[in-house]
């Protein structure tokens, strides 16, 4: 146990980098599915209703419970809307933002820097994406009603898009690990 305990502890840089590398592939396969349409469309509910991103659109909340496309359909009603509203345009900028914010984590292997602003910038990212647990209606569970009343609607009842949501408090923490250990890098320079 000692042995395991010693590797873990003698391991700590190794696993920062680890890190870095996994805030990159999300950033960069989550940013680079900002480019296609049921991505954009997916991510309107969350930015029509943030105080923080939803004068990007052009619609105002709550149209787009109108034009939904569900993942795997095009009804070409709901993307002309889109267009409209702005989302695509919106979708294409905030995915090049993520990847840049990916690339910035990852080359702080090798240049500090850099990699405390791509951690910052994270962390930055992190919590913006979790005021949506309080501003999206859609994050909770609805009370779609049915034969027998639904006993787990509401808050603390996460949907998928909250239980989505909610997992940014793990890339919050990360990016924080990243922006101290580049910070460390730093100070030892000087």
Known sequence: MNTIISILAKSQSLFINLTRFSIFVVMVWIGGLKAFQYEADGIVPFVANSPLMSFFYSKETPEYNMYKNPEGKTVQKNIDWHKENRTY??????????????????????????????????????????????????????????????????????????????KDVIMMGAGLIIASDSAKKILSLK
Do not use: C
């Open 89 to 166: 345009i919106f979708s294409y900028g905030l995915g090049a933002m993520i990847i840049v914010i990916g690339l910035l984590t990852l080359l702080g292997i090798w240049y500090a820097k850099i990699g405390l602003i791509g951690g910052l910038l994270t962390f930055v990212m992190s919590l913006v994406t979790l005021s949506f647990l309080i501003t999206t209606p859609e994050v909770f569970v609805p009370n779609l009603g049915g034969d027998f009343p639904t006993p787990h609607y509401g808050f603390p009842y996460l949907s998928g898009a909250g239980r989505l949501v909610l």
